[in-house]
């Protein structure tokens, strides 16, 4: 979902990509699996690379942030027939429906703040309309969704959802054409405060970590990201938070460990629950070395 997505290195291998969100063989990568993903139902979707009849013939109006996309690659039109989340759609092809994940951009995860509202978006971009597919270098990602940018008429989805606050960029090789491109937007979009950065009452806008890491409960800095010779320490993670670790360590619903921090647009809002596997970690380095990634917003 924000954040986030990173170069978002957070659970790449050297196959990431190569198939495959989180984008290939992964997207075994950093995008996030959704609850609602259709690999996790029982539904018709083709579960294979699949032989789409592609048209070099398709030409793409002059969209702004549009020049990163290969002119060369294949493209074809699909009609979105159903919204996932924020950055996952479902498409018709010559009759048949195929899951879509946007490449390059992520968006906060179903329950996160700003998650619904990302949605809606999306929703309406694209819902019942006809889009242009276009691929990087992956076909699919692991959990065997197309990884396309998409076009809805003038608008380039991928770049649109950033550009409005709604997404953040990342980078998952190889599908890294259009990375630059969508690391100006995202920066842009922070520096104006729109969409999900704008600060509310609610919810914070995206703060870059600092290595001040270990907090205690009275908001004092006591050490740095590997911490300090004063602060407890969890290094399999604790059930129970020490004094000065706050750092949470959350399982999402497609078993995700992603931990949060303090200033994190999530942290109020995420709860631990030990019997689930959930941890709490007075260091980053911490909560790495125990499989958690950090969130991204």
């Given amino acids: 979902m924000l954040g986030n997505k990173r170069t978002r290195s957070d659970q790449l291998t050297t196959s990431c990509f190569a198939a495959t969100n989180d984008h290939p063989d992964d997207y075994n990568c950093p995008y996030h699996i959704h609850t609602s993903h259709p690999h996790h139902s029982t539904n018709n979707y083709k579960h294979t690379v699949i032989p789409v009849a592609m048209n070099p013939t398709i030409t793409l109006p002059a969209t702004v942030g549009a020049s990163c996309v290969p002119a060369s690659n294949e493209r074809q039109t699909a009609k979105v027939i ?80 950033v550009r409005t606050g709604y997404a953040s960029s990342g ?62 320490s969890c290094p399999n993670g604790c059930t129970e938070p020490p004094s000065g670790c706050v750092i949470k360590g959350n399982i999402n619903s497609e078993g995700v460990k992603i931990f949060h921090v303090p200033g994190g647009g999530s942290y109020d809002v995420t709860k631990i629950t030990p019997s689930k596997g959930e941890r709490w970690f007075c260091t980053e380095a911490e909560a790495v070395a125990n499989g958690w990634r950090k969130a991204k917003n």
Avoid: H
């Fill in 82 to 161: 159903r919204i996932t989340d924020g950055d996952t759609i479902v498409v018709e092809i010559d009759g048949q429906e195929f899951p879509l994940r946007y490449i390059g951009v992520d968006t906060p995860e179903s329950g996160d703040i700003g998650g619904s509202d990302a949605t809606e978006f999306n929703r309406s971009l694209v819902e019942g309309k006809t889009v242009t597919l276009i691929k990087d270098s992956s076909e699919v990602d692991r959990y065997d969704r197309l990884l396309r940018y998409v076009f809805v008429g003038d608008v380039f989805v991928n770049n649109e959802l």
């Fill in 171 to 232: 980078s998952w090789p190889p599908d890294t054409a259009c990375d630059a491109q969508f690391a100006n937007t995202y920066q842009t979009a922070k520096a104006n405060m729109v969409g999900l950065w704008v600060p509310t009452k609610t919810a914070k806008p995206y703060i870059p970590p600092t290595p001040t890491l270990n907090t205690n409960k009275s908001g004092i800095v006591s050490g740095s990201e590997g911490g300090s010779s004063s602060a407890s």
